[in-house]
């Protein structure tokens, strides 16, 4: 094993000559760390830890423009106090490593860009390895000392008009990482098993990372040290407001730390009113202000704080449930998520990572050819989980593999056609913890021929519902899956149209006939229609949905649906879903099978009912 320190540069040096043997390697790098003001401590830990060449040592300062010069006559003040009036001589400040060092900063001192804002110090003794305590003021981002660790005694000063909004440079000079797309803020017992479940299972059916913290948490965590973390690491963070939401104090802490979040890390807020008027919210009426009497006594330090949260995050465009789509909760998830989806298309998340290239590769896809990838990913320093697949902002699709750290390994192809390329994609590959090394050795495309034979191949994933319904996602009603005997059960179904379902856009391909088989039951002494619908969307204005087979069943007996579909051009989305028996009626599912085949000649709107095929225009 092989252990090292430096920067990001070193690190990467050391990396890449340890992958070519193959050696384990244990990294401490440092990175920009930046600090808020204040004044001794900083001193302390940027120049009287060895004179800034330590990863603890604060990199640079932000502040507000009237406060900088404060801040700057009182380190100059502080520095006097702990160095004397000849600070470069100072036997108190630590001598630069070495030469090359001493060479290194030097350089960014010199750099153009930052050479005329030095307010404080800059003198240097080559001969001793000497820099006094230099201070910089309002140096550009795109400098060369704001561009990578410093790693000694120079101190950039950034200045903002406000820290509002305020986005801290990184190391790299990349957009911000997330680790998750949205955190979901709710009082649980108001909405965790309605709108949010419904919710949060649309999210993840459109492939869209969400915290949620029955979901994530793992046992034995601390739940607020997680949860404040979790919404720290977020791109979008949705606030759920019901009516009792202000009775806990626990949901209020978290809006404080996600409005703060809001305006330092630029973290995309949407309020979401469930059946609260965003009036009572904003001025604590109603049963906020019962809830807020009880505060005041309670825990009154807190609610001065959680008052401003909450006029602030009312002033925000948000979702009222009651008065969008005439209150029909389905179409006000779908016209949320379908917010999320496009405006985290525009944004960087740390879940998909691009690729050197990657481009190249894109560019050979075109819609509605076959393709197929191999790849080797190889060394993990340990077994993990390991997903890739190709992103669009409408479609997610990936495999799983488990793969080691002693040795290259190839993960089988993937076969997958795209029906159509509008915007961004590209590959991506993921899987291991943030701390665990992936390294890629190759990737081959390339495009292969389609059956037309009509072989009999279901493009319906995870058929036999493995591993909890892997690949299906429930609307409006709850599942168990049961991977042994191979079905499921949609329960607390509260429309006609719950069900569970799957997105089979990306394995659709036009002009083909798919024939749709499946095995179904209900509960309860009562025959009861069920039907497998296909829900189809071409634009964000255009949408149907067509019944490709209905039976009626009951509990004595599995019934078959059969049905056949064509499709003469690709949608936006197309999702299959097992629905139709009446609300609180529980549908078992099982053997559903989608197969394509080659399509009659003659197939056109007008005959195709003779071949009993629903023409879906």
Known sequence: MYMSTGNGKVGRVVLAAAAKH????????????PVIVATRRIIAGKWGGNNGQACVSPDYIITTKDYAPKLVDALKTELKN???????????????????????????????????????????????LKIAPTILLDVPEDSLIMTEEIFGPLLPILTM???????????SGAPRRWIYDVFLSFRGADTRNNFVDHLYDALIRRSVHTFKDDEQLETGMSIPLELLGAIQESMFAIVVFSRNYATSSWCLDELVKIMECRNLTGQTVIPVFYHVEPSIIRYQTGSFADAFAKHEVRCKEKVPGWRKALIEVTSISGLDVSNTANGRESKCIEILVDKIVQEKSHMVSSVVEQFVGADSLVENIQPFSLHKIHEDPGNIIHNHDF????????????????????????????????????????????????????????VVLKEVEWSTSGEDINIIQNPKFIEDGK???????????????????????????????????????????YELNVEVRVSGDNEADVYAALRIRRTNESRCKVIIARAPATNKKWVKLQGKFFLPDAPLTAVIRLEGSP???????????????????????????????NFVE
Request: charged share 25%; with cysteine.
């Open 583 to 613: 609300p609180g009626t529980d549908i078992f599912v099982t053997g559903l099978r989608v197969c394509g085949h080659q399509a009659p000649s003659d197939l056109d709107p007008r005959n195709a009912s003779s071949y009993g095929i």
């Open 471 to 513: 690949q299906w996602a429930r609307n409006m009603c709850r599942a168990e899956f049961n991977s042994s005997l191979g079905y499921a059960k949609t329960t607390n179904r509260v429309e006609r149209s719950s069900g569970i379902e799957q997105d089979i856009s990306a394995r659709l391909r036009a002009e083909l006939v």
């Open 82 to 128: 702990f160095y004397g009036d000849d600070q470069l001589n100072s036997k108190d400040l630590s001598r630069i490593v070495s030469s090359n060092h001493f060479a290194r900063l030097t350089k960014l001192l010199d750099d153009d860009k930052v050479s005329g804002k030095i307010v404080h110090g800059g003198q240097r003794d080559e001969s001793n």
């Open 22 to 33: 193959l050696t384990p390697v244990v990294l401490e790098l440092g990175g920009k760390s």
């Open 161 to 171: 008009a406000s820290l509002t909004g305020t986005e801290t440079a990184s190391s």
């Open 387 to 442: 997903s890739w697949g190709v992103d669009e902002p409408w479609k997610l699709m990936h495999r799983e593999t488990l793969i080691g750290g002693q040795q290259w390994e190839e993960m089988q192809g993937f076969t997958f056609c795209l029906p159509r390329k509008d915007g961004r994609l590209f590959f991506y590959f993921e899987g291991p913890p943030p701390q665990v090394d992936l390294l890629i050795a190759s």
